[in-house]
């Protein structure tokens, strides 16, 4: 896990928890299809996982 990840925002967050919608906050997504990259580190990935149904990801081999 030394790359880093492409994370895109696909679905909106009208109507889900307010839970979900502080983790795709967290990750630092802010409208639908909108990307961030962020290193691909365990609590990312976490992160992922939670609100996987909302977004894309990609991995890409670019390190630090």
């Given amino acids: 896990m030394s790359g880093k990840l492409k994370i895109t925002l696909t679905r909106g967050l009208s109507g889900r928890r307010e839970s979900q919608r502080r983790v795709v906050k967290g990750l630092g997504l802010t409208r639908v299809n909108r990307s961030v990259i962020r290193q691909d ?7 992922v996982e939670k609100v996987k149904f909302l977004l894309s990801v990609e991995e890409t081999g670019d390190s630090i």
């Fill in 41 to 47: 580190t365990p609590e990312i990935r976490g992160m």
